[in-house]
């Protein structure tokens, strides 16, 4: 059995062809998305965050209200580029989305990945201390982030407030009780799988990944799942931790299926650079009938390591469009598959 949900990552374009046009259209789209997805027995709604794009950016708006509009499934991130975001700010963010979402949240975040400008998050006011990275201050950041969720106080109160205080330091509000246990960490590597498994977070692990040894894409991510597990084992964490990688799967079981997705048959690994010095490994799109697809996925070590596989979605092409596949996976794949 795995929790099955979608990921979009929210583009639109002014093209005549595209069915997200603009930024209310995206916005929109995936809150009804996220309602139709849990009306098909879908498990999570997550969204990606790129800023400077003409893709989903700022979350806590959106997650807030698909957590108004739904009841069931799991709302999250995947993943927040911890490099532009102020960490006491976001806790308040997060804390009052998952209030209205009823404790649903599933917040994935990370250091972030190639953007659309260079330093992007210098203009959001953030710089990295002497001696630090990027990657560096988006740990920071991480670290703070989690130590306020904890919802300890910190903070010395004014000895005449406007209002009363409860005694002692003051912690942010609103606070949302668990909220601590539901972090994951967008993981692109075995060393910093294994730092978040440390830190008590759950392992998001994405279509692509450092390329550490040359093997398949879902070999290394199996292997990077494997280093997680061991680490959080290791740290002697409570419970068992949760691991999602995402997945773009396109079931073809009309003509237009065949039309969008035909020509991704064939589709294998790629490998290249996402900066000038870190090379990566892009896994493939899963396209094909669904006989043929439940032998590929079946072969694919990574996802049958997970307990949350998370379905690309193609958000241009609409809400029936998105929603048809995803029903697609769980009616003609998960089964044969015992994921359902």
Known sequence: MKNIGFLSFGHWSSSPHSKARSAADTLLQSIELAVA???LGADGAYFRVHHFARQLASPFPLLAAVGARTSRIEIGTGVIDMRYENPLYMAEDAGAADLIAGGRLQLGISRGSPEQVIDGWRYFGYEPAEGETDAD????????????LEGKGFAQPNPRPMFPNPPGLLRLEPHAEGLRQRIWWGSGSNATAKWAAGLGMHLMSSTLKDDENGRPFHVQQAEQIAAYREAWKEAGHDGEPRVSVSRSIMPIVNETDRAYFGHERDSSDQVGFID?????VFGRTYAAEPDVLVKELAADEAIAAADTLLLTVPSQLGVDYNAHLISSVLTHVAPALGWR
């Open 37 to 39: 997805a849990e009306e």
């Open 137 to 148: 201050m988006a740990r920071r950041h991480a670290e703070v982030f989690l130590q306020v």
């Open 276 to 280: 000038a010095t870190t090379r990566a």
